[in-house]
């Protein structure tokens, strides 16, 4: 069985090489503007973009990854709060990052149209949201077979999917359980997003249809425009 987001032995997203491509294309796209990185983790794409002159405001709940993010680069800022409901005092950005599968992390459909509706409330006019493009990366190998309900050779790992919906849990260590194959209430829901799931919800929230960049592994979310003069 494949490990589709999460490997226990890594805190990488991407591998080095995707990740790479991805940070390279944020930095073309984004410029020395002002962006709000969205669940930074340890500053994967934050620290980059504040090196190359964004001002950039780096957001977690995670305290210690902050306290990473502060000391790679002192010239951002760090902010602890949830990304799906940022504090409305950090004001407007030019974009609004949300990448390294944090967006899978939104499994419910309703929830997804309010996160995207409060973050266009964010941007500055001609702004945009960036999503890591999780149809891309993700549903080839669903298609083929390499996610099925199972559990690695080693007891370490087991996936089980929601029966109606797109929708699984990963049990890691002691929660593997290979006589469970129901997901629990409280069990940790991703959303291996597809492409009509992304441009339902966009659309519902008041955004264009995604601007797909496959090679760097992201998508853009563009507010539709509110007047003709826009």
């Given at each position: 069985?494949?490990?589709?987001?999460?490997?226990?032995?890594?805190?990488?997203?991407?591998?080095?090489?995707?990740?790479?491509?991805?940070?390279?294309?944020?930095?073309?796209?984004?410029?020395?503007?002002?962006?709000?990185?969205?669940?930074?983790?340890?500053?994967?794409?934050?620290?980059?973009?504040?090196?190359?002159g964004a001002e950039v405001?780096?957001?977690?709940?995670?305290?210690?990854?902050?306290?990473?993010?502060?000391?790679?680069?002192?010239?951002?800022?760090?902010?602890?709060?949830?990304?799906?409901?940022?504090?409305?005092?950090?004001?407007?950005?030019?974009?609004?990052?949300?990448?390294?599968?944090?967006?899978?992390?939104?499994?419910?459909?309703?929830?997804?149209?309010?996160?995207?509706?409060r973050w266009k409330q964010?941007?500055?006019?001609?702004?945009?949201?960036?999503?890591?493009?999780?149809?891309?990366?993700?549903?080839?190998?669903?298609?083929?077979?390499?996610?099925?309900?199972?559990?690695?050779?080693?007891?370490?790992?087991?996936?089980?999917?929601?029966?109606?919906?797109?929708?699984?849990?990963?049990?890691?260590?002691?929660?593997?359980?290979?006589?469970?194959?129901?997901?629990?209430?409280?069990?940790?829901?991703?959303r291996v997003w597809t492409?009509?799931?992304?441009?339902?919800?966009?659309?519902?929230?008041?955004?264009?249809?995604?601007?797909?960049?496959?090679?760097?592994?992201?998508?853009?979310?563009?507010?539709?425009?509110?007047?003709?003069?826009?």
């Open positions: 069985m494949m490990n589709p987001l999460f490997d226990p032995d890594s805190s990488a997203p991407f591998d080095s090489e995707d990740s790479a491509a991805q940070i390279d294309a944020v930095k073309r796209l984004v410029g020395p503007t002002r962006v709000c990185d969205l669940g930074c983790g340890q500053g994967r794409v934050a620290v980059p973009l504040a090196m190359h405001v780096a957001l977690d709940r995670s305290a210690d990854a902050l306290h990473v993010c502060q000391q790679a680069s002192a010239s951002m800022q760090t902010v602890r709060g949830d990304f799906t409901d940022p504090p409305k005092e950090l004001g407007q950005f030019d974009w609004l990052l949300c990448l390294g599968n944090t967006f899978a992390l939104i499994h419910d459909v309703d929830k997804a149209v309010a996160v995207l509706a964010m941007l500055r006019t001609g702004g945009a949201v960036v999503l890591d493009d999780l149809p891309g990366m993700l549903w080839p190998n669903v298609a083929v077979g390499d996610w099925c309900d199972g559990v690695d050779a080693q007891e370490r790992q087991q996936l089980v999917w929601q029966t109606r919906d797109s929708v699984l849990t990963i049990r890691t260590g002691a929660q593997v359980d290979p006589d469970c194959w129901t997901v629990g209430a409280d069990e940790l829901l991703i492409d009509a799931a992304i441009h339902l919800v966009a659309q519902l929230a008041g955004f264009r249809a995604p601007e797909v960049d496959a090679a760097a592994g992201i998508l853009v979310l563009r507010p539709v425009p509110t007047t003709l003069a826009d």
